[in-house]
């Protein structure tokens, strides 16, 4: 096999690197590796272009692509003072 390293350097949102031992990050990565490949298999097989009406991929509403979509859509998130907490 491939020799694993004994840590992993995350790259955070702010920009910042922190290094974290690759067995506290396992447990996490997997599952979410996991739903990752599971989330594509399905949207290759349905052979159409995700959109964002879609209740099978969740958003982050936070990047640039999802604030595109919130405004293309009018979505209720434009309502004052909406957090994404409260959109159902």
């Known amino acids: 096999g491939v020799p694993v390293a004994p840590e992993v350097d995350l790259v955070l949102g702010d920009g910042t690197a922190v290094s974290y031992p690759v067995d506290e990050l396992l447990p ?3 599952p ?3 739903a990752l490949q599971a989330l594509l298999d399905g949207h290759l097989a349905g052979g159409t272009p995700v959109t964002w009406e879609d209740q099978h991929v969740r958003a982050c509403f936070r990047c640039s692509e999802c604030d595109a979509q919130v405004r293309a859509h009018d979505d209720l998130l434009l309502v004052a003072g909406m957090r994404v907490s409260q959109r159902a």
């Open 28 to 30: 996490v990565y997997r």
């Open 32 to 34: 979410r590796r996991a």
